[in-house]
């Protein structure tokens, strides 16, 4: 029974990816996930699974980043993720007004 448990967990753990969730959403089920699966102690194993699943964009920005803990991976790619938005939201707003101009 156990052993089906952990057959069941790698899988999923290899499958997931952020998209649509927030950074700390990704983050929180990645870890879970491992912990389940027994292996949240390899490190290297955690990081490789989170960058592998990240958004493209959020990815390309890590990338950058050398010698960082994944926390404070996480911590950085949340900011970068409010900015994403931020920018996105303005774009929409600009838009929309500019549509709004047109018009009338």
Known sequence: MRNHYYRD?????QGLNQGSKSMDE???EIKITMI???I?????AM???FLNGLTKEI??????QHDMELEDIVHMETKVERQIRKRATHVFKLNQL????HRG
């Open 98 to 101: 500019h549509l709004y101009q």
């Open 9 to 13: 967990l790698y899988p999923k753990l």
């Open 47 to 49: 990081m490789a699974r």
């Open 26 to 28: 990704y983050f929180k």
């Open 59 to 64: 990815a390309n920005v890590v990338e950058l």
């Open 40 to 44: 949240i102690k390899d490190k290297e």
């Open 36 to 38: 389940r699966a027994n």
